[in-house]
């Protein structure tokens, strides 16, 4: 029996076999990778994906994988990771687990950078890409439960730039086939590299969470294999892993022969539009309001409406009552519940600059209040959303939402996912290529080759995109190979 809980991980992370693998674990890591590639491509046509991608050039390596949509760009593969990363983010677009993170972003990219940079003698199958997948998605769902707080809607720090960082640590360390020691090694290295403060949720920079736990993972697992050592009890200390939590409580995880797998017990939420998932609570309960307020296709009688409240949790950093830009529409009860009422719906190009500034829009932010009722807690498995809306003859409508379409209690069906992916992917790739893309990952676990899905992930040429460039910055390379 082990004594360390850092042990426990690391033989978790290193005996897991493809036989550990369930039916249902596998269909559901097949959706959180369908729906993973799909915004991962939606989101290279951000600003802030471009910024990344820019600042990225300046490295090279031997070694190089491709950016996704990008055939022209090749990164070493810490640095494909991190702007595949980065893009996946880059629209709040991706899927939430619970206890609070975004699992998928942190993991895949790494996967599929080292799947595609690694020597051809070495071939890597869909079951190989599955199992690594799922090591990494495992690791964090175990180190969240060791804490009540990570529970709740995060307020102090980020989760997938910490529990993320360590998931990407412990997929590269599978897909490598390290030992079990130097499983141990990169968690511990892994636990340096994390953290990133909220006071960046609703900016460009929150993106970059998720490209640095990618990056960051896939760098401790390299150091590992390399011998660099840390501290091989990182997950049993305060003064390690538990730094990150005021109530943390590890727990030696069970031998090999009685393991479950989390994502077998806790399905993901899938967004049907790219903003926190809290707001999709909001979306879902003004879209009710909205039919009693609206006939067919007649528009929103804004000057009637007197006051709007929202009943909601209290969760600071998406209360922006008047929001500026995309990022801080992306992350605004408020914003989210007018545009809800006065278009009957959220999409992608909600989100632009010309929607947030329409008269109409900020017209209805300011008849906005927020009430935080004591027994809504900020927790996505349990918060509601109540939406009443007062006009001026004194009418109240009201509308509830407890479980939104696309959430782990009321999954997306699979035709709808592969809508969504089809819709963000065919924003960079062809229609073929989306199809076969679509077909690979739907039966990912008889795939023999995995360079069959890494050379359709590159795409074909997209238009440039200008911007500043900081070609002229001279920072040495470096070479990982």
Same mark, same amino acid.
């Given at each position: 029996?082990?004594?360390?809980?850092?042990?426990?991980?690391?033989?978790?992370?290193?005996?897991?076999?493809?036989?550990?693998?369930?039916?249902?674990?596998?269909?559901?890591?097949?959706?959180?990778?369908?729906?993973?590639?799909?915004?991962?491509?939606?989101?290279?046509?951000?600003?802030?994906?471009?910024?990344?991608?820019?600042?990225?050039?300046?490295?090279?390596?031997?070694?190089?994988?491709?950016?996704?949509?990008?055939?022209?760009?090749?990164?070493?593969?810490?640095?494909?990771?991190?702007?595949?990363?980065?893009?996946?983010?880059?629209?709040?677009?991706?899927?939430?687990?619970?206890?609070?993170?975004?699992?998928?972003?942190?993991?895949?990219?790494?996967?599929?950078?080292?799947?595609?940079?690694?020597?051809?003698?070495?071939?890597?199958?869909?079951?190989?890409?599955?199992?690594?997948?799922?090591?990494?998605?495992?690791?964090?769902?175990?180190?969240?439960?060791?804490?009540?707080?990570?529970?709740?809607?995060?307020?102090?720090?980020?989760?997938?730039?910490?529990?993320?960082?360590?998931?990407?640590?412990?997929?590269?360390?599978?897909?490598?086939?390290?030992?079990?020691?130097?499983?141990?090694?990169?968690?511990?290295?892994?636990?340096?590299?994390?953290?990133?403060?909220?006071?960046?949720?609703?900016?460009?920079?929150?993106?970059?969470?998720?490209?640095?736990?990618?990056?960051?993972?896939?760098?401790?697992?390299?150091?590992?294999?390399?011998?660099?050592?840390?501290?091989?009890?990182?997950?049993?200390?305060?003064?390690?892993?538990?730094?990150?939590?005021?109530?943390?409580?590890?727990?030696?995880?069970?031998?090999?022969?009685?393991?479950?797998?989390?994502?077998?017990?806790?399905?993901?939420?899938?967004?049907?539009?790219?903003?926190?998932?809290?707001?999709?609570?909001?979306?879902?309960?003004?879209?009710?309001?909205?039919?009693?307020?609206?006939?067919?296709?007649?528009?929103?009688?804004?000057?009637?409406?007197?006051?709007?409240?929202?009943?909601?949790?209290?969760?600071?950093?998406?209360?922006?009552?008047?929001?500026?830009?995309?990022?801080?529409?992306?992350?605004?009860?408020?914003?989210?519940?007018?545009?809800?009422?006065?278009?009957?719906?959220?999409?992608?190009?909600?989100?632009?600059?010309?929607?947030?500034?329409?008269?109409?829009?900020?017209?209805?932010?300011?008849?906005?209040?927020?009430?935080?009722?004591?027994?809504? +807690?900020?927790?996505?498995?349990?918060?509601?959303?109540?939406?009443?809306?007062?006009?001026?003859?004194?009418?109240?409508?009201?509308?509830?939402?407890?479980?939104?379409?696309?959430?782990?209690?009321?999954?997306?069906?699979?035709?709808?996912?592969?809508?969504?992916?089809?819709?963000?992917?065919?924003?960079?790739?062809?229609?073929?290529?989306?199809?076969?893309?679509?077909?690979?990952?739907?039966?990912?676990?008889?795939?023999?080759?995995?360079?069959?899905?890494?050379?359709? +992930?590159?795409?074909?040429?997209?238009?440039?995109?200008?911007?500043?460039?900081?070609?002229?910055?001279?920072?040495?390379?470096?070479? +990982?190979?």
């Amino acid at each position: 029996m082990l004594k360390s809980v850092t042990e426990s991980f690391a033989r978790v992370i290193h005996g897991l076999t493809v036989g550990h693998l369930t039916d249902n674990v596998i269909q559901r890591s097949k959706r959180m990778i369908l729906d993973t590639l799909g915004v991962g491509f939606l989101g290279t046509s951000t600003e802030v994906f471009h910024k990344a991608s820019e600042y990225s050039k300046i490295y090279s390596s031997n070694m190089s994988s491709s950016v996704w949509g990008r055939p022209d760009l090749r990164l070493p593969p810490s640095y494909a990771a991190f702007v595949n990363g980065v893009a996946i983010h880059s629209m709040d677009f991706d899927d939430t687990w619970h206890p609070a993170t975004h699992p998928s972003g942190a993991v895949l990219p790494v996967l599929m950078a080292l799947a595609e940079a690694l020597p051809s003698s070495r071939t890597f199958s869909g079951l190989d890409l599955l199992l690594a997948f799922n090591v990494g998605i495992e690791v964090q769902g175990q180190l969240l439960h060791f804490s009540k707080e990570a529970s709740d809607i995060p307020k102090r720090f980020h989760p997938p730039s910490v529990v993320g960082t360590l998931g990407s640590a412990a997929a590269t360390s599978k897909f490598l086939g390290l030992s079990m020691t130097k499983c141990q090694e990169a968690l511990a290295i892994a636990v340096s590299h994390a953290g990133a403060p909220m006071a960046n949720a609703a900016t460009q920079t929150k993106p970059l969470h998720i490209g640095n736990a990618a990056r960051h993972g896939m760098e401790s697992a390299f150091l590992a294999m390399l011998g660099l050592q840390g501290n091989k009890q990182v997950l049993d200390m305060q003064t390690g892993f538990g730094a990150f939590y005021a109530n943390y409580s590890p727990q030696v995880l069970p031998n090999l022969d009685s393991h479950t797998w989390l994502l077998d017990q806790q399905d993901v939420a899938f967004k049907r539009f790219p903003a926190h998932l809290a707001t999709h609570w909001v979306a879902d309960a003004a879209a009710s309001v909205r039919k009693h307020l609206v006939t067919d296709r007649a528009l929103l009688p804004t000057d009637r409406v007197e006051r709007i409240v929202l009943r909601i949790p209290d969760v600071q950093y998406v209360n922006r009552p008047f929001p500026d830009s995309e990022h801080e529409a992306r992350h605004s009860f408020q914003y989210v519940a007018c545009t809800t009422l006065l278009d009957g719906g959220i999409t992608v190009p909600s989100f632009h600059k010309c929607q947030i500034d329409r008269p109409q829009v900020r017209e209805l932010l300011g008849k906005v209040e927020l009430e935080h009722p004591q027994d809504n +807690l900020p927790s996505f498995n349990t918060l509601y959303c109540e939406v009443s809306v007062t006009l001026s003859d004194g009418a109240t409508f009201t509308e509830c939402s407890d479980t939104f379409y696309g959430h782990w209690r009321k999954p997306l069906s699979q035709e709808d996912l592969r809508e969504k992916f089809r819709a963000n992917a065919s924003s960079m790739l062809s229609y073929d290529t989306v199809e076969r893309l679509l077909k690979i990952v739907e039966n990912l676990e008889d795939l023999e080759d995995c360079s069959v899905l890494t050379t359709l +992930l590159k795409g074909p040429s997209p238009p440039e995109m200008v911007s500043k460039s900081i070609q002229d910055l001279t920072i040495p390379s470096y070479n +990982l190979s």
